[in-house]
């Protein structure tokens, strides 16, 4: 009897233990919890710390208050322009309501389920409405916020106790067999566009050629023009210097004249015939 006694204290003390437990329970700082009673709610415990609940017939279902993350597998979308896009995108998503989500969804796998066929639906949706070159230029950033904004608004329809904060597309590329073919179209434009670079690039070019040498031809016309008026305005002044000069001495003129006359005329071979009487031989002497 006396051993019997300590082996039925430590079966009582494990059975208070067992019940302890199914009754005290800790929210941690980054949980919330649910309390359900054969499947139906409760309460619901936000605040962190010891909570009790009653054993065997409760619950304690937790669900995480930070930021969630939703990696989808990628999609195909067609864009306004008929092209066809795979899209690969995530999600950052919460839980605002653990009462409401456990009577939606229970589990966050069913609300991811929920979650990508919504987003999906406005990206197709949104992508539809927009061509290919709109989609992956800087424009991108505006209509996923549109997307984010009413897919959150159709999850909150649903009553689902959750918020989608954003959601973004990680790529967008073309399906492997059309990359080819794009990229041929892609190559081309680029030609198209170098070749009419080059083209408006020779027509400026002889453009500024053309003008270049209309102003060239303009300076050295005016340039000449100067020229001969410099010319002419020293050939007067020089005539007038030489009047005036020969004018002094008309006779010492004549003689330096018929000396510049012989030079020329004596400077090439020849023979000459003159009378004795001619102005040539009058500075000669008389024979």
């Known amino acids: 009897m006396k051993q019997t006694t300590p082996m039925i204290a430590g079966a009582v003390a494990v059975i208070g233990l067992f019940i302890l437990s199914e009754t005290?329970?800790?929210?941690?700082?980054?949980?919330?919890?649910?309390?359900?009673?054969?499947?139906?709610?409760i309460r619901i415990e936000?605040?962190?710390?010891?909570?009790?609940?009653?054993?065997?017939?409760?619950?304690?279902?937790?669900y995480d208050t930070r930021l969630l993350s939703h990696d989808v597998e990628p999609t195909e979308i067609v864009t306004k322009d008929k092209r066809t896009l795979v899209i690969d995108n995530f999600a950052k998503w919460r839980i605002t309501d653990p009462g409401q989500f456990y009577q939606r969804a229970k589990t966050e796998s069913v609300a991811k389920g929920r979650l990508r066929d919504i987003i999906y639906s406005e990206l197709r949706?949104?992508?539809?409405?927009?061509?290919?070159?709109?989609?992956?230029?800087?424009?991108?950033?505006?209509?996923?916020?549109?997307?984010?904004?009413r897919a959150n608004a159709k999850a909150m329809e649903l009553n689902m106790g959750v918020q989608i904060v954003d959601v973004r597309i990680k790529r967008a590329d073309l399906p492997t067999e059309n990359q080819q073919a794009v990229y041929r179209r892609m190559s081309e434009e680029r030609k198209r566009i170098a070749m009419q670079f080059r083209s408006e690039g020779k027509e400026a070019a002889q453009r500024v050629r053309?003008?270049?040498?209309?102003?060239?031809?303009?300076?050295?016309?005016?340039?000449?023009?100067?020229?001969?008026?410099?010319?002419?305005?020293?050939?007067?002044?020089?005539?007038k210097i030489t009047a005036g000069a020969?004018?002094?001495?008309?006779?010492?003129?004549?003689?330096?004249?018929?000396?510049?006359?012989?030079?020329?005329?004596?400077?090439?071979?020849?023979?000459?015939?003159?009378s004795q009487d001619s102005p040539f031989l009058k500075r000669m002497g008389k024979p």
């Open 24 to 41: 005290v329970f800790i929210v941690p700082q980054n949980e919330q919890c649910v309390i359900t009673q054969f499947g139906k709610l």
């Open 46 to 62: 936000r605040d962190p710390g010891l909570n009790v609940k009653m054993p065997f017939i409760q619950d304690a279902i937790f």
């Open 125 to 149: 949706v949104d992508f539809g409405s927009h061509d290919l070159a709109e989609i992956v230029s800087s424009k991108r950033g505006e209509l996923m916020k549109q997307v984010t904004e």
């Open 210 to 239: 053309g003008q270049t040498d209309m102003e060239k031809a303009q300076i050295i016309a005016e340039a000449h023009r100067k020229e001969q008026e410099k010319k002419g305005e020293a050939d007067a002044v020089s005539i």
């Open 246 to 274: 020969y004018g002094k001495d008309p006779d010492f003129f004549e003689f330096t004249r018929s000396l510049d006359a012989y030079r020329k005329a004596f400077a090439q071979r020849g023979t000459a015939v003159l």
